[in-house]
């Protein structure tokens, strides 16, 4: 039977434990960890020049290389610990290879803290015998702690989802775990190592063994600080909603200026299509639409000095001009498909055919109300049916954007004339064309139908929106 794996990497931060862990991985015939082998500060061991005949030098030259060498040159299953700050450009190599054994030791982060703490207070990194141990105690930093926190958590969660994706799973230790010599002959099982340990390695003890408590100077601003921390995400708004690309064939940019417009689907793109090509005193026509990556990394390098923005649209009206312009009206915008899915799967109250004299505006609202009731659970992944750009959160929009380029800003539909001519005066434009008016699709308005019922669905659909930017009541 093939090895399952022909390396490892030891996921760690600060303060979990990972020197242990490494101590009894190599006390394992067949197994040899090579220490912090990309810390960025030094190769393997604060006091060690170079693994496996690589220097620290050749390894940020190549980093990847260096990762080969582990792989090939290792007496046995060859691996190391990786932090969250150590040399990024291996993440990739290292996360996506299934062939790359993944253990993730973890560890309550206020103990991995204020261990931390206690280390720079002390200068003590390890302790061998307990004779040499150094006293010392931390001083807890509320906001420090939260850098902290945010940062294990930030990186626990990208590790979590690559993993995912890729279709991996990995060993996971908890800091108590490294005290179970079962838990570490089943680590070896996972590795596909034979060899069993009898017992752990003693050389390493427990620097700080007494309660969290006793170990701060501070102890009771420490735990008011933490109340105020939400550990369990109560406050978070759960996002099912897919992940969006940057769209780049959407981007618009003028066809003289150095501006380059990201739509977001159901704003105002005509008029803002249109106050581009007056800008420059040409035809509509004559913007440059449909662009690739490498039509929009050369129009850069042509174009120094350019600025992006993108227009948020309040929630209300942005889901309010998706119903009308791709559900209600048929046309040749309209999502014809999509609007007899939701008349006969999801009973949407709207015509057959286009809206007629007896749709009203009695209908209109109950119509809108059905429409966004749709989409509150569409947001939620709990449709069969896409969460298209027309009417995806703004949030999800604008973090998509992100994957090539953020927009130097984001401008509210209410102060567009506003900021379009400072954005237009940035650019060298002095004689800033007015925006032409903006066309609502009907039969009827937002403003026609708009009450305490509608604003309080909208809020619940798009809370989202409402908490990143801010969004109040529309008006």
């Not at 302790?127 to 906001?143: I, Q």
């Not at 990394?297 to 791709?326: D, E, I, M, Y």
Request: with cysteine.
């Amino acid at each position: 039977m093939a090895q399952k794996f022909d390396c490892f990497v030891v996921f760690a931060e600060m303060r979990t434990g990972s020197n242990f862990l490494e101590t009894n991985l190599n006390a394992f015939d067949g197994i040899t960890c090579h220490g912090e082998a990309f810390n960025p500060h030094f190769i393997g061991y604060p006091n060690v020049t170079e693994i496996l005949g690589v220097t620290q030098a050749s390894r940020d030259a190549d980093p990847k290389g260096f990762l080969k060498v582990i792989r090939k040159q290792t007496d046995g299953l060859g691996g190391f610990r990786y932090f969250h700050d150590h040399d990024a450009r291996v993440f990739d190599a290292i996360v996506d290879d299934p062939k790359c054994a993944k253990i993730v030791l973890t560890r309550n982060p206020v103990d991995s803290y204020v261990s931390w703490k206690i280390a720079q207070a002390t200068g003590q990194w390890k302790l061998t015998d307990v004779k040499r141990r150094k006293e010392g105690a931390a001083e807890f930093d509320a906001t420090e702690f939260e850098a902290h926190l945010e940062a294990l958590q930030s990186f626990q969660v990208l590790l979590m989802n690559r993993l995912q994706v890729s279709g991996q799973t990995a060993f996971y230790v908890a800091y108590e775990d490294l005290q179970s010599v079962e838990v570490m002959n089943g680590l070896a099982a996972y590795l596909g190592v034979d060899s069993r340990l009898e017992g752990l390695d003693k050389s390493l003890k427990k620097q700080n063994p007494s309660p969290i408590t006793e170990k701060v100077t501070n102890a009771d601003e420490m735990a008011q600080a933490l109340n105020r921390l939400d550990r369990f995400n109560l406050t978070r708004t759960p996002n099912f909603e897919p992940r969006r690309g940057a769209v780049i064939p959407t981007y618009v940019a003028a066809a003289k200026s150095p501006l380059l417009y990201l739509p977001m689907r159901s704003g105002p793109e005509d008029q803002i299509y249109d106050w581009m090509a007056a800008l420059d005193g040409v035809g509509a026509d004559e913007l440059l639409h449909k662009m690739s990556q490498k039509d929009l990394r050369q129009w850069k390098r042509r174009n120094r000095g350019h600025r992006s923005f993108t227009v948020l649209r309040h929630p209300a009206a942005r889901a309010h001009h998706a119903f009308c312009h791709r559900i209600l009206n048929p046309g040749p915008d309209c999502y014809d498909a999509l609007r007899q899915t939701l008349i006969r799967r999801y009973a949407l109250p709207i015509p057959q055919e286009a809206p007629g004299a007896s749709y009203d505006r009695a209908a209109h609202h109950r119509a809108f109300t059905a429409f966004l009731e749709f989409l509150k659970g569409n947001l939620a992944g709990q449709t069969a049916i896409r969460v298209d750009a027309a009417w995806c959160t703004q949030t999800q929009a604008v973090q998509g954007f992100g994957d090539f380029v953020l927009p130097d800003r984001i401008i509210r539909e209410e102060n567009l004339q506003v900021e379009l001519a400072d954005i237009a005066a940035q650019i060298g434009v002095e004689n800033v064309p007015q925006l032409p008016p903006v066309s609502e699709p009907g039969p009827f308005t937002l403003k026609d139908i708009y009450d305490d019922s509608i604003e309080s669905l909208v809020s619940d659909v798009y809370q989202r929106d409402y908490m990143m930017f801010g969004f109040s009541r529309w008006a």
